[in-house]
């Protein structure tokens, strides 16, 4: 397999544009994306598209990378369109990256994007991440993540504090990142005092919807000799995986698969968590964020609430997570999210993260899940980024 390289990166704002369509939204995430890298739509070899509920009249949903392609200039090539919940994104920039390290192709482009402020046909309303109100797993995310909020309450002591201590934490971020969907600033006593949504969440606890795009160029060694140009950035690591069907832990205080992903993820790179400098973590709901920092070893299990509380994950601290806000003040566009991630963690190795900047970042760490986590048709994706050459 051959080394890969990030060169290029685009992102919308991210909020509702009840007039914006969604070939738009992903034309300008790719547009500013091949700015970046300095190349053209013809410079493209091959495209991945993640959009796990859009879709228009014409792409009819599986249609969608094609339509941004063509929004785009971007013709002739092949096009994978990928769906996987809140992991779409992630899912199309692991398809891009292979298309690449195995030697397909050497300019890559992934493409995550989603419309929620509008839905095509009938059917209720999204919850923030995702799925109707009345799910097809037979419960909402809000209600899943409360049921682990308060399992991980009452085996391990977190308390109800530290747990809206991420939404101060994330919000803090956010306000020095003008692509966010929220950035005004609240307090601890805001959280704990907004509308209860299920015990014990919050409304900032939890995510918002929204619409928008992300963009990344990939690339392979010769694809940059030949386009000349000076990759900065590699990627160590995009690594998926699915649920275990068989042995599933149902304990609710820790997500399984993310444990075995980001196990593999650390050994491929040849690092460990202690190794990190920043990371993007899926804090669709508050509690998510606490879990995630166990499963992905940035402290003992059980001990998430106390480093949160501590702030080590803080902009400033030992393992700033969620420079950009996070999915709870930057916004959830399913398929978006995952590029997303990526889109913050190359501004931060490349220095150009202004307010929010992790002084000296080398090695960052995107993950996110998509469906629910001890379900069937769960997906877990890691990516380890570094920063690369002079």
Same mark, same amino acid.
């Given at each position: 397999?051959?080394?890969?390289?990030?060169?290029?990166?685009?992102?919308?704002?991210?909020?509702?544009?009840?007039?914006?369509?969604?070939?738009?939204?992903?034309?300008?995430?790719?547009?500013?994306?091949?700015?970046?890298?300095?190349?053209?739509?013809?410079?493209?070899?091959?495209?991945?598209?993640?959009?796990?509920?859009?879709?228009?009249?014409?792409?009819?949903?599986?249609?969608?990378?094609? &339509?941004?392609?063509?929004?785009?200039?971007?013709?002739?090539?092949?096009?994978?369109?990928?769906?996987?919940?809140?992991?779409?994104?992630?899912?199309?920039?692991?398809?891009?990256?292979?298309?690449?390290?195995?030697?397909?192709?050497?300019?890559?482009?992934?493409?995550?994007?989603?419309?929620?402020?509008?839905?095509?046909?009938?059917?209720?309303?999204?919850?923030?991440?995702?799925?109707?109100?009345?799910?097809?797993?037979?419960?909402?995310?809000?209600?899943?993540?409360?049921?682990?909020?308060?399992?991980?309450?009452?085996?391990?002591?977190?308390?109800?504090?530290?747990?809206?201590?991420?939404?101060? /934490?994330?919000?803090?971020?956010?306000?020095?990142?003008?692509?966010?969907?929220?950035?005004?600033?609240?307090?601890?006593?805001?959280?704990?005092?907004?509308?209860?949504?299920?015990?014990? &969440?919050?409304?900032?606890?939890?995510?918002?919807?929204?619409?928008?795009?992300?963009?990344?160029?990939?690339?392979?060694?010769?694809?940059?000799?030949? &386009?000349?140009?000076?990759?900065?950035? /590699?990627?160590?690591?995009?690594?998926?995986?699915?649920?275990?069907?068989?042995?599933?832990?149902?304990?609710?205080?820790?997500?399984?698969?993310?444990?075995?992903?980001?196990?593999?993820?650390?050994?491929?790179?040849?690092?460990?968590?202690?190794?990190?400098?920043?990371?993007?973590?899926?804090?669709?709901?508050?509690?998510?964020?606490?879990?995630?920092?166990?499963?992905?070893?940035?402290?003992?299990?059980?001990?998430?609430? /106390?480093?949160?509380?501590?702030?080590?994950?803080?902009?400033?601290?030992?393992?700033?997570?969620?420079?950009?806000?996070?999915?709870?003040?930057?916004?959830?566009?399913?398929?978006?999210?995952?590029?997303?991630?990526?889109?913050?963690?190359?501004?931060?190795?490349?220095?150009?993260?202004?307010?929010?900047?992790?002084?000296?970042?080398?090695?960052?760490?995107?993950?996110?899940?998509?469906?629910?986590?001890?379900?069937?048709?769960?997906?877990?994706?890691?990516?380890?980024?570094?920063?690369?050459?002079?």
């Amino acid at each position: 397999m051959r080394d890969t390289f990030l060169v290029g990166v685009g992102m919308t704002p991210f909020g509702k544009f009840p007039e914006t369509d969604l070939g738009s939204l992903g034309r300008g995430a790719v547009l500013e994306a091949l700015a970046d890298a300095g190349l053209g739509p013809r410079d493209i070899e091959v495209l991945a598209c993640g959009s796990a509920r859009s879709g228009t009249l014409q792409s009819r949903e599986s249609g969608v990378g094609q &339509l941004i392609g063509w929004e785009a200039g971007i013709e002739g090539v092949p096009v994978y369109n990928e769906k996987a919940f809140c992991a779409s994104g992630a899912m199309a920039f692991n398809i891009a990256t292979m298309a690449v390290s195995s030697g397909t192709h050497d300019v890559a482009l992934a493409i995550g994007v989603e419309k929620m402020s509008q839905r095509n046909g009938t059917g209720r309303p999204l919850t923030s991440d995702g799925m109707a109100f009345q799910s097809e797993a037979g419960y909402t995310p809000p209600a899943y993540y409360a049921i682990a909020a308060r399992r991980h309450m009452e085996v391990y002591g977190t308390t109800r504090e530290q747990i809206a201590a991420v939404a101060v /934490k994330n919000r803090t971020a956010a306000a020095d990142n003008p692509r966010a969907q929220y950035r005004d600033p609240y307090t601890l006593d805001d959280v704990l005092s907004s509308r209860p949504v299920v015990w014990p &969440l919050n409304l900032l606890d939890c995510c918002p919807t929204g619409d928008g795009a992300a963009a990344a160029i990939i690339v392979s060694e010769a694809g940059a000799e030949r &386009l000349g140009i000076e990759p900065k950035i /590699k990627i160590e690591v995009s690594s998926a995986g699915t649920g275990y069907y068989r042995t599933q832990d149902r304990d609710m205080t820790s997500f399984g698969l993310d444990r075995v992903t980001s196990q593999r993820a650390y050994e491929k790179a040849g690092i460990g968590p202690d190794d990190l400098d920043v990371a993007e973590v899926h804090d669709s709901f508050t509690i998510g964020e606490i879990i995630h920092y166990e499963d992905l070893g940035f402290c003992e299990p059980g001990s998430g609430g /106390k480093l949160v509380e501590s702030g080590e994950t803080a902009l400033g601290g030992r393992l700033p997570v969620n420079t950009g806000g996070g999915l709870l003040n930057r916004g959830h566009p399913l398929g978006a999210t995952g590029v997303a991630q990526i889109v913050e963690l190359a501004d931060q190795l490349l220095g150009r993260a202004g307010a929010r900047q992790v002084l000296g970042a080398k090695t960052a760490l995107a993950h996110i899940s998509g469906g629910f986590h001890e379900d069937d048709f769960a997906t877990s994706c890691i990516t380890i980024l570094t920063k690369y050459g002079r």
